[in-house]
């Protein structure tokens, strides 16, 4: 399995940012949102493509189109500047992907 | 609150082994599954393998297969992960996260705080 992300996105505060992830396993199987910032572990911010935590604000959003999930963050904010990684498994979830992650710069 | 601590930094020389452990609090340990995931300096996540804390089983990643031992101790709410013939590339932090395994589409909730390893003669 392989997911692809691209490697960079920059919005203004305020904006609108939109994440893609893109690989065949999605047509089958969900994706998940990790935000991560620097030094710090992954927080999971979306599961089962659209379901978002709780505690996760809710700017944070997802959606699914055949082999693509995005991810928005709605208003951005200069603190949702970081890394942001996709994921998916296999059925059994034995089998786990990660896309390459996407780096949004707050401008 | 559900908590994730792992061990502290290594440095090991090319050829060794390391054991990372993972305490977990505040949740049922025998509930989740436990994933291991390590970061290089710089790149992305990389998946290496989960264990089943109910019974002990294992999956690893093809990469890792013949590596990498997963265990547990469910006296003390514990999984341990160890990487045998360590290589300079190896030198990575590496995260222990669980997986609900009765919801195992909720995605890993909670991740270990990370542990760097490097390898380095």
């Known amino acids: 399995y392989e997911l692809t992300q691209p490697p960079s996105v920059s919005v203004s505060p305020g904006q609108t940012a939109r994440i893609t992830c893109s690989g065949d396993?999605?047509?089958?199987?969900?994706g998940y949102w990790y935000q991560q910032k620097p030094g710090q572990a992954p927080v999971l911010v979306i599961y089962k493509d659209t379901e978002g935590p709780s505690g996760i604000p809710e700017r944070f959003s997802g959606s699914s189109s055949g082999t693509t999930v995005t991810l928005t963050i709605s208003g951005v904010q200069a603190e949702d500047e970081a890394d942001y990684y996709c994921?998916?498994?296999?059925?059994?979830?034995?089998?786990?992907?990660f896309g390459g992650g996407t780096k949004l710069t707050v401008l | 609150q559900v908590r994730l601590v792992q061990s502290g930094a290594e440095v090991k020389e090319p050829g060794a082994s390391v054991k990372v452990s993972c305490r977990a609090s505040?949740?049922?340990?025998?509930?989740?599954?436990m994933y291991w995931v390590r970061q290089a300096p710089g790149q992305g996540l990389e998946w290496m393998g989960r264990i089943n804390p109910n019974n002990g089983g294992t999956n690893s990643a093809q990469k890792f297969q013949g590596r990498v031992t997963m265990t547990r101790d469910t006296s003390i709410s514990t999984a341990y992960m160890e990487l045998s013939r360590l290589r300079s590339d190896d030198t990575a932090v590496y995260y222990c996260a669980r997986l609900n395994i009765a919801a195992a589409i909720s995605g890993f909730d909670c991740w270990g705080q990370g542990t760097l390893i490097t390898v380095s003669s």
């Open positions: 994921q998916s498994a296999d059925s059994s979830g034995t089998d786990v992907v």
């Open positions: 396993v999605l047509s089958k199987q969900y």
């Open positions: 505040g949740y049922t340990f025998t509930g989740y599954y």
